[in-house]
């Protein structure tokens, strides 16, 4: 996205004439389109503060502000001949473009911070596309060839808009679709799959949850739990101190627990039930409790198989 915008930047006479300008358009644009995601080296330090902080604070109203000033100066520092204003106008754009795209996709973002701290994922677009990623190849392949990037891509983004008007359109559908299926339904959360047919699909009512599957159309219900609330035990104040099981718990819309005891410690569970995968769910938080209430170990983030998970819970001296 953040090489469309800087061919649909030659718009300004300024930009299309000089290409110097042009290429500091072109820096501006696609830096900007991934500032948001430079928390993602926080992955380096540990799980628990990828997650608390991923599309948090670095996607927030003041830190859009400040991308847009702050990338549009560096370059104006190494190439101060460039209208700053134009600089400025473009890598803002992209910034502001890629928020709201992560809006779109059932992860979301806090981009509504310092205002509120509500994570706002609508639950309609995937975070891999295909349909917007072909869309932009096909761009780059006309421009390539010598078509205007202005015109071409205009086009390609119009015609994005009744895309995502056409997904937001079916998720409706099948909120309907649900909330007439099912009594007392409290929470509906949705993940659309790469098939334009297919949704993930987590069902809150009264007294439990669905995990489902609507091919076309069609709900299919793969799972059902009881909604038991998590009780207030020694047990459980003690795994909510965790820092993995609290960063789990301030992003999970809708999960349930599980608690288990071993002749040494208690295994406490939680599980996000909104990214069922072949017959998995790989989203989660586990933390053992010695039975003098110390934590040995814990883990949270996505991890697709039992065994890997128990590898990254392993306490060597039990």
């Known amino acids: 996205m953040g090489i469309a915008l800087g061919g649909i930047a030659t718009i300004d006479p300024v930009i299309q004439q000089n290409p110097i300008f042009f290429t500091a358009v072109m820096a501006g644009t696609i830096i900007g389109s991934h500032a948001p995601d430079f928390d993602t080296i926080l992955k380096l330090r540990n799980n628990a503060v990828y997650l608390r902080h991923h599309r948090g604070i670095t996607h927030s109203i003041p830190l859009m ?13 190494i190439v101060p001949d460039i209208p700053y204003i134009n600089i400025w106008f473009w890598t803002a754009l992209a910034v502001f473009l890629h928020v709201l795209v992560d809006i ?7 981009a509504f911070r310092p205002f509120s701290r509500k994570w706002v994922g609508l639950g309609f677009i995937n975070t891999f596309d295909p349909v917007i990623f072909s869309a932009h190849i096909i761009g780059f ?9 202005v015109k071409t891509f205009l086009i ?31 929470g509906i959360f949705t993940s ?10 987590a069902i809150t009512t009264k007294d439990k949850f669905y995990v489902a599957r609507a091919n076309d159309g069609n709900i299919q219900i793969v799972d059902q739990f009881e909604r038991t609330p998590v009780p207030d035990t020694e047990i459980m104040r003690v795994a909510k101190t965790d820092q993995n099981v609290d960063a789990f718990l301030s ?36 933390v053992k409790i010695t039975k ?22 392993l306490i060597e001296d039990l």
């Open 192 to 201: 659309p799959t790469i098939s334009q047919k297919i949704w993930r699909v």
């Open 251 to 286: 992003f999970s819309k809708v999960y349930r627990w599980e608690q288990t005891e071993y002749d040494a410690y208690t295994e406490v569970r939680f599980i996000d039930l909104r990214y069922r995968s072949k017959d998995h769910y790989p989203f989660v938080a586990v």
């Open 141 to 149: 392949a006309f421009w390539l060839l010598g078509a205007s990037p």
């Open 65 to 77: 502000i400040f991308w847009g000033l702050f990338i549009s100066g560096i370059i104006y520092l």
């Open 292 to 313: 003098d209430l110390q934590i040995l170990k814990s883990y949270t983030g996505w991890i697709f198989s039992e065994a890997k998970l128990q590898d990254k819970l």
């Open 156 to 186: 390609i983004y119009f015609l994005l808009v009744l895309y995502y008007l056409k997904r937001f359109w079916q998720k409706k559908v099948l909120e309907r679709k649900i909330r007439r299926s099912f009594y007392n339904v409290e």
């Open 104 to 110: 779109f996709n059932a992860y979301g973002t806090q």
